[in-house]
């Protein structure tokens, strides 16, 4: 049946806007966290944790390893090979999961490719928590360059502005995005004015194009050019964003707006910091404000710190969206999620996510204290997600778009290679902040493989005292006494008879004149046609079995759903329905399944999740909730 369902799923998710609206928006979303690390990568390179000479054959080759990183990373993998795997429209860590178990279902590699999906989810909610703390305060840290007084407070107003950021996110970003782009706009062409004015004292800074200088660094001083990966990478900090966000713009918005405003304005901006090294090695305390000349440089630090905040704002939508597919696709239990833009439905907000990635920002702007020590941290979270969608890039590349083994391996092993020498330079930097993005990605990824797991073994159980359906209408058919109206009952499988009903008739001793099962699923496409959004099986004596598809994008509204229904005995409506709900009190054992700390944590996690009457917005007056204990 799903194979069935997602063959007609189609493949439109396509934006309905003109490609000039559509770039102009990508380049004030998607690019808003890597057109602000020209504020701190090349500055972490010669004064971070592990400083460099601040000479010509040292920049030279800096600013090498960012031009061919940025062109290797960002235009080869991202723009020209990964954003090719669209899941119907949709990118993502989760979108390419979902597409990657759809077409090995049934391979023994499902579980691993599984993990690595899970895992890359993890880590980005590290990125979620980090990438608004080190942009803000390297924003702000801006003040200390217009006045050395202005020290002391940094922190407090990098505090205010983050905590205005995540408060205002209930009202969602629909009109503040429109602001994102114009303002990225005049951001990128100031990023390019300023590399432009400083080039132009030293135009051989060019030379850097050429890769011999990054080898020449190599030669000269191995173990350094290695450790100075770890800060290089952080020029492609965001990089994930271009895929993540591809349902929203579309593959050829982005393209163009990387390949024709937002790589060259970079480029020219860090080619610009280079040459000021050159004439003035101190400014490496801070290049990037540096450049400007004194009276512009108050109003830079407002034009960055604006673009900061759209970089957070990325950042923070896109850890509302995965959290999203998450729960649809059975990783996460229900939360709540509202939206807030009629018209967009992306625009979504999860408070739960949201005042817990507040909590993590402050502790971390608090506890780090400076951009050179949270760029420590950065790095791992970044690199680390860069490693697994090597991976999975290539378990696309072999098994689902079939290349020939010499092409696909010699792709995977080119960027499991990059990606994995600077992922291995930035693990260097774990005693130094590295482990904190890998302390969420661990809690995260417990949460995540635990509420999966569980599930799994929930269903399992339930199905060892399933009766089949066809059996209990048969047994119950003249024994029971009829009742007026329609009886729904929910049921996470598609098989057998679901609890509700079964203590229904244990404690009620009633039936319905009409009984349906009904069972929501969801699929590893983002959306479905409305053709194939319900199958209906009639198994007779008023009894129907249901099930509702949806996408793992889609939000679930029954009531709606419902209304649109054929072949289920005449129409259903909300005023003679009545919604049986199933909640199962668990209760860990030693039976094989997880360990007895999983299952604790399994259970609170089914006790705290949305209830399934406000998640699928079920009228409140028309639910009955029956209990019975479990053991898991």
Not at 117 to 145: C, H, K, Q, R
Request: proline residues 5%; glycine residues 8%.
């Amino acid at each position: 049946m799903q194979g069935e369902v997602e063959g007609n799923a189609g493949s439109a998710h396509a934006p309905a806007q003109g490609l000039g609206p559509l770039a102009l928006g990508a380049l004030g979303v998607v690019f808003g966290d890597i057109g602000t690390s020209p504020l701190y990568a090349l500055k972490e390179s010669f004064v971070g944790h592990h400083p460099l000479t601040v000479d010509p054959l040292h920049i030279y080759g800096v600013l090498s390893l960012i031009f061919w990183t940025m062109t290797l990373i960002v235009t080869v993998k991202y723009v020209f090979i990964v954003m090719r795997a669209d899941n119907h429209g949709e990118g993502g860590s989760m979108a390419l999961l979902a597409l990657i178990r759809r077409n090995l279902e049934g391979s023994g590699r499902t579980p691993l490719i599984a993990a690595l999906g899970v895992l890359a989810t993890a880590l980005f909610y590290g990125d979620a928590i980090i990438t608004p703390a080190i942009s803000v305060l390297s924003a702000v840290e801006g003040l200390t360059v217009v006045q050395a007084s202005l020290t002391s407070l940094v922190l407090p107003i990098a505090i205010v502005i983050l905590v205005a950021l995540f408060l205002i996110q209930r009202f969602g970003t629909a009109r503040v995005g429109a602001l994102f782009g114009p303002v990225m706009v005049v951001y990128f062409i100031v990023l390019a004015l300023l590399g432009i004015v400083n080039i132009l004292r030293h135009p051989e800074i060019v030379a850097i194009v050429n890769p011999v200088w990054a080898f020449r660094f190599f030669a000269l001083d191995p173990l350094l050019a290695f450790l100075a990966l770890g800060s290089v990478v952080l020029a492609v900090t965001g990089a994930e964003a271009l895929y993540a966000d591809m349902g929203h713009f579309g593959r050829k918005a982005i393209s163009i707006a990387w390949l024709y405003a937002a790589f060259p304005c970079l480029l020219l901006n860090y080619l610009g910091q280079g040459a000021l090294l050159i004439d003035q090695p101190a400014a490496a305390a801070n290049p990037f404000f540096l450049m400007a000349p004194d009276w512009a440089r108050l109003p830079l630090v407002i034009l960055a710190t604006l673009a900061t905040i759209i970089a957070s704002q990325a950042v923070i939508s896109g850890a509302f969206s995965v959290t999203q597919q998450a729960v649809q696709l059975g990783f996460l239990p229900r939360l709540r999620i509202l939206h807030t833009s009629a018209s967009a439905a992306g625009q979504i907000y999860v408070p739960l996510v949201n005042y817990a990635l507040l909590i993590f920002v402050i502790l971390l702007v608090v506890g780090f204290g400076s951009s050179t020590d949270l760029a420590a941290a950065y790095g791992i979270a970044v690199t680390g997600t860069m490693v697994i969608t090597a991976c999975m890039l290539g378990v696309l590349t072999f098994s689902v778009w079939r290349w020939p083994p010499l092409a696909a391996g010699g792709v995977t092993g080119l960027f499991l290679l990059i990606d994995g020498a600077y992922f291995a330079s930035n693990a260097t930097k774990i005693p130094d902040g590295g482990w904190f993005p890998l302390m969420v990605a661990t809690v995260a990824f417990v949460i995540l493989t635990t509420w999966a797991t569980g599930r799994r073994i929930m269903r399992e159980r339930l199905q060892e005292g399933a009766m089949e359906l066809d059996l209990f209408i048969q047994s119950t058919m003249t024994s029971l006494k009829r009742v007026p109206g329609t009886a729904i009952f929910l049921s996470s499988s598609t098989a057998g008879v679901p609890p509700a009903l079964l203590h229904n008739v244990k404690h009620n001793r009633i039936l319905h004149e009409r009984n349906i099962i009904l069972t929501v699923k969801t699929h590893g496409v983002p959306h479905l046609h409305e053709a194939v959004r319900s199958q209906v099986e009639d198994h007779g004596a008023g009894f129907y079995r249901l099930v509702l598809n949806h996408g793992f994008m889609e939000e679930v509204d029954i009531p709606a759903v419902l209304k649109t229904v054929q072949d289920c005995g005449g129409p259903i409506t909300v005023k003679d329905s009545s919604y049986f709900l199933s909640r199962q009190t668990l209760i860990p054992s030693a039976r094989p399944g997880m360990a007895i700390w999983r299952e604790k944590l399994f259970a609170w996690m089914i006790r705290n999740a949305e209830s399934p009457m406000d998640f699928f917005k079920l009228p409140v007056n028309r639910v009955v909730e029956l209990g019975s204990q479990l053991e898991i």
